[in-house]
């Protein structure tokens, strides 16, 4: 398979199918995922690399593409990782790819802790936004999670002071993803920074250690 050309066909498909919602697209980013299922994780990953981002569709069908193959994750490098966050800007893109490529990266390993304190500095809301988010990955078991306090409980440290409402909303998400490893961890930070946090993510928080739903 010759990678440029497998991203052009893809991108043909996506721009000739006339895609109007999500089920209908994943009807094809499925039959793709099922023709990829037994190519190597770095040529998946060489693939979704030549997609064009511009092209309607292509961004979700690169991160589900590396999300649903069996290596993909495994394979990634930091350089991939970097590349295949380009442009985003829309926190519907930002969450799929921390969910579904950084965040996994991170969690196992390939992708280094470096990169997300670098994310949390940036004065760019939607990298701040991937950072958080990417915690997501680490603790919720449908998505491969089994629990990361420390370096969950990091990175929301970090955040505690930005009032960014996307960065805010982040980290209520992260904390609360949380709760089914350490809720007694979540608890206490919670406590702890009780003062610096917005007051949107220690209501939205307890109300989750309490109830055990959002709100």
């Known amino acids: 398979m010759v990678p440029r050309k497998i991203a052009a066909e893809i991108e043909a498909e996506l721009s000739d199918a006339g895609l109007t919602g999500v089920s209908a697209w994943r009807v094809h980013r499925r039959a793709w995922s099922r023709r990829l299922r037994s190519a190597s994780g770095e040529l998946v ?17 690169a991160y589900e593409l590396i999300a649903s193959h069996p290596t993909a994750v495994r394979a990634l490098t930091p350089v991939d990782v970097r590349a295949l966050s380009r442009g985003l800007a829309h926190w519907g893109d930002v ?7 950084a ?7 390939r992708l280094p802790s470096r990169q997300i304190w670098a994310w949390l500095s940036s004065s760019d809301r939607w990298l701040r936004r991937t950072a958080v988010v990417c915690t997501v990955a680490l603790n919720v078991r449908a998505r491969g999670g089994s629990g990361d306090v420390e370096r969950t409980l990091a990175v929301c440290s970090r955040a505690v002071a930005d009032r960014d409402d996307m960065v805010v909303k982040a980290v209520s998400w992260g904390l609360r993803s949380l709760i089914g490893s350490d809720r007694h961890a979540v608890g206490a930070f919670i406590q702890a920074h009780e003062h610096e946090l917005d007051a949107r993510i220690t209501r939205e928080v307890r109300t989750k250690l309490a109830t055990g739903r959002k709100a």
Do not use: H, K, N
């Open 103 to 109: 965040g996994p990266a991170w969690r196992e390993r």
């Open 45 to 61: 990953i060489r693939i979704v690399r030549c997609l064009d981002f511009d092209v309607p569709w292509a961004r979700l069908t």
């Open 95 to 101: 969450d799929a790819f921390a969910c579904y490529v």
